[in-house]
Structures are given as structure tokens and as C-alpha cells.
């Protein structure tokens, strides 16, 4: 059997599971002996060291080892490597530790995460808010709705014409209508005049050029007195046109119905220099 390739074989197996050579003499047993140090785990026969122990060459008897911890085989990488050619299985590489995680810094413009999320502000630029200007006074007096404002300026009249009470003059309110923005050449004019009840309150006088006062406005004013006249209903609406900043209207809007015919009139109320003062102001 010593001499025979099936034999060296045999013995060289025998060998790798008990770790001695097999005794070929004639008359010699056949030998048969449990590894002690056999793995039951996973039923792979190891050597001395490794595996669970059962004792001095005893196979029923455990010494009280406890069986090695399993771990990974890093093939190639130990006595027997897989298929190693050192002729015995290699303990299992212990697993290196991972190296931490090196922290990347933060560029400048990164948010850090304990900051809680801002929304951006929208790219848009804010619609433009119209300017409110304040809400105009009511003022009723003899019947008329009068809308004053801020600066106590008459934005609008409203009302039914009467034709049977006449109101008196106050000289003081004509005087002192328009001021400080009053012409040398202006009147002291009424919205309402008092042959229809106008009241005779500053807000119903206004600094009126003095041409368009014995003029347009008086014609006006007697074409509703013929109506009223002839028992016509006359309602007007008489909107003044304001400069900026200023208290002598530039011009008249008025609105009126003779028994519910609908009229308009624009009546200018600017400046207009008399002919005499043009040609003073070219010499």
C-alpha cells in the first residue's frame, strides 16, 4: 500500500483528518479515530487549535471549550487559503475596522441643517398700491349733498333745484371764497346760487372768474330757472376740477336733467387775462 499511488493517497487523507500517518505494516489495524477537533457547526475537520475540542483524543468526552466563533475566510489569505498549498486550513482574517467617514466642509453658501427652511422671497417685484386719498365729508344743507374734502374744497354737489325760497346773501363767504388761491379778477360765485335755496355757507362759494360767472354760468342758471318755471323737475350734479394743491377750481363739470332729459356742460373756470393786460405784459 506504501508503495502504490492509491495507497500514498489514502494515507496522505488519513493524515490531513487525524494528523498522523497511517501505520502500512502487515497485521496492523485499520485505524479508525474521531478528530477531536471536528467543527459541528458547519461539519468541516480541522486541526489542533481550531474547531471544538473534545478532550486528550477522546471522542465522547468534551472538555468544555467552547467552539470557535465563526467569521469570514478571506480566501487566499491565510495557511490554507481556499485551496492553499500549505497543507492546513488558516484561521479567518478578522474584519478590519472602517475607517470613519471624513467630513466634507461646507462651502460657504451651504445652509447648515440644524437652520430651519426660509422660503426665498419671491423674484417678482410688489404690485404698486394705488394711493387712497381720504374719504370726503357729507354735508347736507337745504337739501343738497355737499362732498367736502381734506383741505374743506366742495368735490361735488347734488340735489333737486327749488324755485319758491330764496336764501340770504353772505358777503363775508363771497369775499373770502377761494383764498389764498383768489384772483384780483375773480367773483365771489355760488355752486347753488340763493334765487334756488343755495345755502349760504363758505362750501357753497368758490373763487369764480369773473367772465364766466356773468356769462356761461348765468346762462345756465337761467335756462333751469325756465324750467323751473314751467313746473319742470330740474336735478343737477356740478363736479369742480381742482389743481393740485389748490382751492380755485379750473373748471366746472355740471350734470343736469330737465324732467329726466339728460344735459352736459363743461363750464372753464381758468384764468383768462382781459386784452388790455396782454398788451401790457408785451411792452
Known sequence: MRDSAHGQQSGFAIWLRTGRWPDRAPGAAIERKFNPW???DDGRFTFAGQGRHYGQGSAGSPSGAQPRKRGKINPGGGSFGGAGASGSFGKPARAQPKAPLRKIPAHPGAVPS???FKRRPSVKPATTQPVRTPPWRKVVRNGYVFQLDEM?????????LANEV??????????N???PDRLPSDDGGHFIANRFNGPKDAFNHFAQDASANRGAYRVLEQEWADALAQRKTVTVSIIPIYPKGSRRPSQLKIFYKIDGVRHKR??????KPKAKDQHRGKS
Open 38 to 40: 471536528h467543527d459541528p
Open 152 to 160: 374743506d374744497n366742495t368735490r361735488r354737489i347734488d340735489g333737486t
Open 266 to 271: 363743461t363750464i372753464d373756470n381758468s384764468y
Open 177 to 179: 371764497a377761494g383764498k
Open 166 to 175: 330764496k336764501t340770504p346773501r353772505s358777503r363775508a363767504a363771497q369775499r
Open 114 to 116: 440644524h437652520v430651519p
